[in-house]
């Protein structure tokens, strides 16, 4: 036997991760879901929730706006202030201060009050991401963290073909605040699963603002990247965010809404899919793809949408 034999792994010695471990990570998955239909979840009601706390679209709007910047604040604070900070645990406070977000924002009638919930929103996403996002290293076994990642952000792709769809189609038939307190209690049941299935996750180090603020200052490829993130997530959501009533205005009902943003969030998920297989070999053209197509996608939004099949195609 040579000593590469002696030294390559097997199918035998490789870990692989066990049925408990997989929970774990569907537990986390579940947050993410969660999450991210709380932060979009208003997308598709606009409308009705701007009718009845006597606001404009437009107004309504920084329901987006508003969690969307806390949450950029948030991420880097957060990896910083919770550094020392059980990874499950900083989970379980998230996850509860999602549903207290929900619930309250159920409740309001004040739009001033609905912000004030969104922000809690806000905190939530930022803090979640910095913690969730590469949790899976810890979760799993070395073989399996690819998988197990692309679980954890697989809740992206599920929050926007069915979170988002089904919130409107609650929120359609009966009312905002329902679907509100629906997404209150998934957060509650978040909770309750990281509780039973994610192990203790002690701290493996804390992060400072100034190895933070290095980094962004010594990488030049950093700074690229976070500038093109920037730029790319801020002209999707400036559409995103009133794709309900731009629809409305060129003449689409309101019933439809549900359906178009579930092939959006089908159309996403395949774009995400194949744009992993190139992004390694071919970077540089797919970006370039990306940014031109989501000018052209709001372009045509702006001018030549005017029925459901024309909608659906943009």
Do not use: C
């Not at 806390?70 to 919770?82: I, K, M, N, R």
């Amino acid at each position: 036997m040579t000593v590469l034999e002696r030294v390559r792994p097997t199918h035998s010695t490789v870990q692989r991760a066990t049925f408990k471990q997989w929970l774990s990570v569907a537990a986390v998955a579940l947050g993410v879901f969660v999450v991210m239909t709380a932060e979009m979840l208003p997308v598709g009601l606009l409308s009705p929730i701007g009718a009845e706390l006597g606001v404009s679209a437009g107004t309504a709007g920084l329901m987006i706006t508003v969690p969307g910047l806390v949450a950029a604040v948030a991420a880097p604070v957060s990896t910083v202030l919770t550094g020392r900070a059980d990874r499950r645990l900083v989970l379980l406070a998230l996850a509860a201060l999602v549903a207290a977000a929900n619930f309250g924002a159920a409740a309001v009638d004040d739009f001033g009050l609905m912000l004030a919930a969104r922000v809690l929103v806000g905190l939530s996403i930022g803090a979640f991401w910095s913690v969730a996002g590469g949790i899976a290293l810890r979760l799993v076994p070395e073989a399996s963290v690819p998988r197990a990642t692309a679980a954890v952000y697989g809740g992206i792709g599920a929050a926007t073909v069915l979170g988002v769809p089904a919130g409107t189609f609650v929120g359609g038939h009966l009312g905002w605040r329902a679907a509100l307190v629906v997404l209150g209690v998934l957060s509650l049941a978040v909770l309750a699963a990281i509780a039973l299935l994610v192990p203790k996750l002690p701290s493996t180090g804390a992060v400072r603002f100034a190895s933070l603020a290095r980094m962004v200052r010594r990488n030049a490829g950093v700074r690229t990247g976070l500038a093109l993130t920037f730029l790319i997530v801020s002209g999707h959501f400036v559409a995103y965010t009133y794709i309900g009533p731009i629809l409305a205005a060129n003449g689409v009902a309101g019933g439809a809404v549900g359906g178009l943003l579930m092939a959006f969030g089908v159309a996403a998920l395949a774009a995400t899919v194949a744009s992993g297989s190139l992004i390694g070999s071919r970077l540089r053209p797919t970006l370039f793809a990306v940014a031109a197509a989501m000018a052209l996608a709001m372009a045509l939004m702006a001018f030549a949408v005017g029925s459901v099949s024309a909608a659906a195609a943009v």
